[in-house]
């Protein structure tokens, strides 16, 4: 692609997508492939991971030779701040730290020569973003797969984000294909932050059983909610729910929270389904643009098709 953004010019990207991250989907491996198709890849860490687990993983992201990000969760953070040394040690190109009190974390990452974005879901969360200190905003819209906020769908929330901040914007939510990534460059993004679109692809983490449920699901087949947060007794903040496939456990609890918060079982019973391979109990977190994730494919061949937004943006010239 000739296209050039913030994005592409500060990360010496040749496509202007960055792999979002994906706690247990991308790993340093996915990451690495990302980033050496020319984009720039991502290391999802969850609440479980260990420090020791985060420096493995940026060894074999940094193996590239190529700019590669880490994704955090601000509300795990202070369970285990041992985690965000980790990240700082490793010096990756770009850190993601979002859901929870972030605005502590900015100063220090920045001060370590990284660079800081956080995921908005409104625009109010996009200024506080801004006032925080951070290099750049994810808009990230209702749309998109795992946790975030469910208010806005990403292109309206793109439009104000983009009036209300001076910082680069990146789009999240529902962008899987090269007219996605075309539309939003289109609308004055700096470029996509993609997480559906690689989840088909050969060097994620997912379990076979959960990639299989990914490649058959239908643009119609997520769902939103708190239901596998309460289940598992994970403590995210209330206004970050998830968006999953859905399956027979969302379906039997959805609207009976309180209930599922003292059915004792419910943890245990979330992790031997996850364990055998059950996904009609166990979560397998997508987004909206699942429905064109339909076969297996190298994270470069994801990337590569992404390329042809140069094709649709100048087709009128």
Same mark, same amino acid.
């Given at each position: 692609?000739?296209?050039?953004?913030?994005?592409?010019?500060?990360?010496?990207?040749?496509?202007?997508?960055?792999?979002?991250?994906?706690?247990?989907?991308?790993?340093?491996?996915?990451?690495?492939?990302?980033?050496?198709?020319?984009?720039?890849?991502?290391?999802?860490?969850?609440?479980?991971?260990?420090?020791?687990?985060?420096?493995?993983?940026?060894?074999?992201?940094?193996?590239?030779?190529?700019?590669?990000?880490?994704?955090?969760?601000?509300?795990?953070?202070?369970?285990?701040?041992? $985690?965000?040394?980790?990240?700082?040690?490793?010096?990756?190109?770009?850190?993601?730290?979002?859901?929870?009190?972030?605005?502590?974390?900015?100063? $220090?990452?920045?001060?370590?020569?990284?660079?800081?974005?956080?995921?908005?879901?409104?625009?109010?969360?996009?200024?506080?973003?801004?006032?925080?200190?951070?290099?750049?905003?994810?808009?990230?819209?209702?749309?998109?797969?795992?946790?975030?906020?469910?208010?806005?769908?990403?292109?309206?929330?793109?439009?104000?984000?983009?009036?209300?901040?001076?910082?680069?914007?990146?789009?999240?939510?529902?962008?899987?294909?090269?007219?996605?990534?075309?539309?939003?460059?289109?609308?004055?993004?700096?470029?996509?932050?993609?997480?559906?679109?690689?989840?088909?692809?050969?060097?994620?983490?997912?379990?076979?059983?959960?990639?299989?449920?990914?490649?058959?699901?239908?643009?119609?087949?997520?769902?939103?909610?708190?239901?596998?947060?309460?289940?598992?007794?994970?403590?995210?903040?209330?206004?970050?729910?998830?968006?999953?496939?859905?399956?027979?456990?969302?379906?039997?609890?959805?609207?009976?929270?309180?209930?599922?918060?003292?059915?004792?079982?419910?943890?245990?019973?979330?992790?031997?389904?996850? $364990?055998?391979?059950?996904?009609?109990?166990?979560?397998?977190?997508?987004?909206?643009?699942?429905?064109?994730?339909?076969?297996?494919?190298?994270?470069?061949?994801?990337?590569?098709?992404?390329?042809?937004?140069?094709?649709?943006?100048?087709?009128?010239?």
């Amino acid at each position: 692609m000739t296209i050039r953004t913030w994005l592409t010019d500060r990360f010496g990207l040749t496509v202007p997508v960055v792999g979002a991250p994906m706690a247990g989907v991308g790993a340093g491996r996915l990451a690495a492939a990302v980033s050496r198709a020319g984009a720039l890849g991502m290391i999802g860490v969850s609440g479980a991971v260990t420090p020791a687990w985060i420096e493995e993983q940026a060894g074999e992201a940094a193996a590239s030779g190529r700019p590669y990000g880490i994704g955090l969760i601000a509300w795990t953070l202070a369970r285990d701040p041992a $985690k965000l040394d980790a990240v700082l040690a490793a010096r990756p190109a770009l850190v993601s730290v979002s859901f929870g009190p972030y605005a502590e974390h900015v100063g $220090k990452l920045r001060a370590a020569g990284i660079v800081v974005v956080t995921q908005a879901g409104t625009t109010e969360e996009a200024v506080a973003a801004e006032q925080a200190g951070v290099d750049a905003v994810v808009a990230r819209g209702g749309e998109g797969g795992g946790h975030g906020r469910n208010e806005v769908a990403t292109l309206p929330l793109l439009q104000s984000v983009l009036d209300a901040v001076r910082v680069p914007v990146l789009a999240a939510g529902g962008i899987a294909t090269a007219r996605g990534l075309a539309a939003v460059l289109a609308a004055g993004a700096e470029g996509a932050w993609v997480g559906t679109a690689f989840m088909g692809c050969a060097e994620t983490v997912l379990p076979p059983a959960a990639a299989e449920r990914v490649l058959a699901a239908a643009e119609t087949d997520t769902a939103y909610g708190r239901v596998f947060d309460v289940a598992q007794r994970l403590d995210w903040p209330p206004e970050y729910g998830g968006r999953a496939l859905r399956n027979a456990f969302f379906e039997r609890w959805q609207g009976r929270e309180e209930e599922l918060a003292a059915h004792d079982a419910a943890p245990a019973e979330i992790d031997a389904a996850r $364990k055998a391979g059950d996904y009609e109990t166990a979560c397998v977190y997508a987004g909206q643009a699942v429905g064109m994730v339909r076969q297996r494919r190298t994270a470069a061949d994801v990337v590569a098709a992404f390329a042809d937004a140069e094709r649709l943006l100048t087709r009128f010239h």
